[in-house]
């Protein structure tokens, strides 16, 4: 029970409003940790990001952070049944000591399954 009174269910993976309806669902913000894939102090570079929904989150809002700087780049849909895969290429400088995502006004009903990393490590020096 939430402190307005709303009675909240747990499901295996989700929290739900007890009588609530499925378009009253709030939109949603994220900011994952510092990603630093194992390897604090070696560079690596980006080939790729993928993340797999259950909805085209094209439109949606999301950032990647590399070095605490925003990438940029060209991103592409992928629709295989039900689920989604975004591709996005980083065209920015895509060297690397740590990684970050900011997902900002994500619609209600779309849920994140997967993120994916395609990535080298550079040689040490």
């Given amino acids: 029970i939430l402190d307005d009174g709303t009675l909240v269910i747990s499901t295996d993976n989700e929290l739900i ?23 604090p102090t070696q560079e690596k570079k980006l080939t790729s990001f993928k993340i797999n929904s259950n909805a ?14 925003d990438s940029t780049g060209n991103q592409k849909t992928i629709t295989y049944g039900g689920s989604y895969q975004e591709e ?3 065209t920015s400088d895509n060297t690397f ?3 970050q995502l900011i997902f900002s006004q994500i619609t209600g ?7 994916g990393f395609i990535y080298r490590q550079k040689a040490i020096k």
């Fill in 88 to 90: 996005y290429k980083v």
């Fill in 17 to 39: 409003r007890y009588q609530g309806h499925l378009s009253d669902k709030r939109k949603w913000d994220w900011t994952s940790k510092k990603i630093t894939l194992n390897s």
């Fill in 97 to 99: 000591l740590e990684a």
């Fill in 56 to 69: 085209d989150i094209s439109n949606e809002s999301f950032t990647l952070k590399l070095n605490n700087v």
């Fill in 109 to 115: 009903t779309t849920s994140i399954d997967a993120l």
